[in-house]
């Protein structure tokens, strides 16, 4: 099976939103099969894909994550199925998460509840949606259409969406525990694993169809330990600090990863206000698991020395440079291709 790469946009994290299209046009003429974004609590996930959609021609569009808290089920099919026409049919890729509750209860307003089963809820309704076979019920633990419960008037109607897909949409999840990893295997299209372990891909994955996708940040330099040195302070703000001391998902994906000591250590010295020393503390081999950087020679020999998982059908490549876009399609061969 060919390896396929994607394009990351991290726009969620800038103060002022610039949708670099240059890149986007260069990854989708190199081949790479997406571009994905995301969202936390500034810019949404998919008002850029739209745009972006008006600008290219084939490559796919994928969420990586739309945050499940952030909008009814129906309401994420009705965006995906109208991105999906403004692009032509069969671009768009929708991918949730959960988030966690210091977002979810915090900027959105909604109850942590029970996650597992709202992502269960989730799913089903966005297919009842995207599938058109009959006005959409659904009475979930978490989630019931039509709503009945409090401060309703008990005048709810099924309904059936008005327009219809032009082509099938994929739902992906991202996920890492145990619970949401079986979910995406069951009823899912495609996987975003958060702190893929060393042993790879479950078997469970290992399914005709079944997409699973991890990250890589490409950074083409002469300054290795520079380079992973800068990458510290967002890392160890996410792992000590971008969550609770019980809910934290980026600290349990490097746990999961293999480093359970240092994640809980570095939550502990963000807690304590010692975010130098959380720096500090992040191990660099975690860092490199997930991170290409170096000169050109030194990125292919990371690449073919087995920095793919077992079971990996796709990488995010998430980088500013153009020429760490073009090495990237010449390793795993996406520029032959399309003849670019």
Wanted: hydrophobic share 40%.
């Amino acid at each position: 099976m060919t390896l396929k790469l994607a394009l990351r946009l991290e726009l969620y994290r800038a103060a002022k939103l610039a949708v670099p299209i240059d890149m986007v046009r260069r990854a989708e003429a190199l081949g790479y099969h997406s571009v994905w974004t995301a969202e936390a609590y500034g810019s949404d996930a998919l008002s850029p894909l739209a745009y972006i959609a008006a600008l290219t021609d084939r490559i796919k569009l994928g969420t990586a994550v739309a945050q499940v808290a952030a909008r009814p089920p129906a309401t994420l099919a009705m965006h995906a199925m109208t991105i999906d026409a403004l692009a032509g049919g069969n671009r768009m890729i929708v991918g949730i998460g959960v988030s966690g509750p210091q977002i979810v209860e915090g900027w959105y307003g909604q109850p942590w509840g029970r996650p597992n089963l709202r992502l269960r809820d989730y799913v089903t309704i966005m297919r009842k949606v995207l599938d058109r076979e009959a006005p959409v019920t659904h009475d979930g633990p978490e989630i019931q259409l039509p709503y009945s419960g409090p401060g309703a008037l008990g005048q709810g109607k099924p309904l059936k969406s008005i327009m219809h897909p032009v082509a099938p949409i994929p739902i992906w999840l991202a996920s890492g525990g145990p619970k949401n990893n079986a979910l995406a295997f069951e009823l899912f299209d495609g996987w975003l694993p958060m702190g893929l372990p060393p042993e790879g891909v479950p078997a469970e994955a290992h399914k005709e169809g079944f997409e699973v996708f991890t990250g890589a940040s490409v950074t083409i330099t002469d300054d290795v330990k520079g380079t992973l040195d800068a990458m510290r302070p967002l890392t160890a703000m996410y792992v000590g600090g971008m969550g609770s001391e019980t809910h934290n998902y980026h600290r349990d994906a490097m746990a999961r990863r293999g480093f359970p000591e240092a994640a809980n250590r570095i939550g502990e010295l963000w807690r304590a206000g010692k975010k130098e020393e959380a720096q500090a503390a992040v191990p660099q081999e975690y860092l490199e698991q997930s991170t290409l950087c170096g000169s050109p020679d030194r990125i292919r020999k990371q690449w073919e020395e087995g920095y793919l998982r077992d079971g990996v059908t796709g990488v995010i490549v998430g980088t500013d440079q153009l020429e760490a876009l073009e090495l990237m399609a010449d390793l795993a061969g996406t520029r032959e291709q399309v003849g670019a």
